[in-house]
C-alpha cells in the first residue's frame, strides 16, 4: 500500500525557515517523480515544486512564488522527500501536502497524497 | 502561466442531480488534465486524468471531456459523499496550476 506522512510542520516567525519531511512507503521512491502542494487555509491548491526520478536525475522545477526560497529535495536511502522553506511570510501559512506522481498512458498527475502538515507563520 | 479557470465556483444540488462543471484553460493543454476531489479535512482525490480517463477504482458516475481549453466534469446522479470540493489541474506545462474549486453544496 502506498503511503505518504508529511511532518516538520508547525508555527514559525516571518522570515525564518522550516524543513518539512515526506515519508513514503509501499513503492520505489527512485522510480517516482515526487510534489509539493500546499492549500491556504479556505483557499485553493496550489503547486510549489518538483523532484523528479533517478532516471531524470532528480532535476526539479518550481513554482514563480517559491523559487529561490524553497527546495525540494530527497533522500532516496532514507525514502524521504524535503521541503525546505527559508524566509518564511505570512502568506506562505498553509497546509502542505506531498504527492506521488502517477505514469499513465502518457499522462503524469498526482495519484497519491499525504495528509499534509499545517505551516503557520506569524508573530 | 496557464489559468485555470472553473465554473460555477459552487453549486447546490439534490441527491439524484446531474452536475457539470467546466474549467476553462487560458491557453490549450491538449487533453493534460485532472480533476479532484476534495472532501473537508482530506486531501485531494483524482478522479479522472488525461481529460476523460477514469482512475482505477473511481465510480463510472464520474465523466470527463474536452480538449484543448475547454473541459467539463459531470457527476451523472449525486449521492450523499458527493459534496465535496472538486479542482481541475494541468500538467501540459510548467507552472502546473489548478482551478479555483467548485463546491457542490446539499440543496
Known amino acids: 500500500e502506498v503511503q505518504l506522512v508529511e511532518s516538520g510542520g508547525g508555527l514559525v516567525q516571518p522570515g525564518g525557515s522550516l524543513r518539512l519531511s515526506c515519508a513514503v512507503s509501499?513503492?520505489?521512491?527512485?522510480?517516482?517523480?515526487m510534489d509539493w502542494v500546499r492549500q491556504a487555509p479556505g483557499k485553493g491548491l496550489e503547486w510549489l515544486g518538483r523532484s523528479r526520478d533517478k532516471a531524470n536525475s532528480y532535476t526539479t522545477e518550481y513554482a514563480a512564488s517559491v523559487k529561490g526560497r524553497f527546495t525540494v529535495s530527497r533522500d532516496d536511502s532514507k525514502n524521504l522527500l524535503y521541503l525546505q522553506m527559508n524566509s518564511l511570510k505570512t502568506e506562505d501559512t498553509a497546509m502542505y501536502y506531498c504527492a506521488r506522481v502517477v505514469r499513465a498512458d502518457g499522462h503524469y498527475f498526482f495519484g497519491y497524497w499525504g495528509q499534509g502538515t499545517l505551516v503557520t507563520v506569524s508573530s | 502561466d496557464i489559468q485555470m479557470t472553473q465554473s460555477p465556483s459552487s453549486v447546490s444540488a439534490s441527491v439524484g442531480d446531474r452536475v457539470t462543471i467546466t474549467c476553462r484553460a487560458s491557453q490549450g493543454i491538449n487533453n493534460y488534465l485532472v480533476w479532484f476531489q476534495q472532501k473537508p479535512g482530506k486531501a485531494p482525490k483524482s478522479l479522472i486524468y488525461g481529460a476523460s480517463s477514469l482512475q482505477s477504482g473511481v465510480p463510472s458516475k464520474f465523466s470527463g471531456s474536452g480538449s484543448g481549453t475547454d473541459f467539463t466534469l459531470t457527476i451523472s446522479s449525486l449521492q450523499p459523499e458527493d459534496f465535496a470540493t472538486y479542482y481541475c489541474q494541468q500538467y501540459n506545462s510548467y507552472p502546473l496550476t489548478f482551478g479555483g474549486g467548485t463546491k457542490v453544496e446539499i440543496k
Open positions: 509501499g513503492f520505489t521512491f527512485s522510480d517516482h517523480y
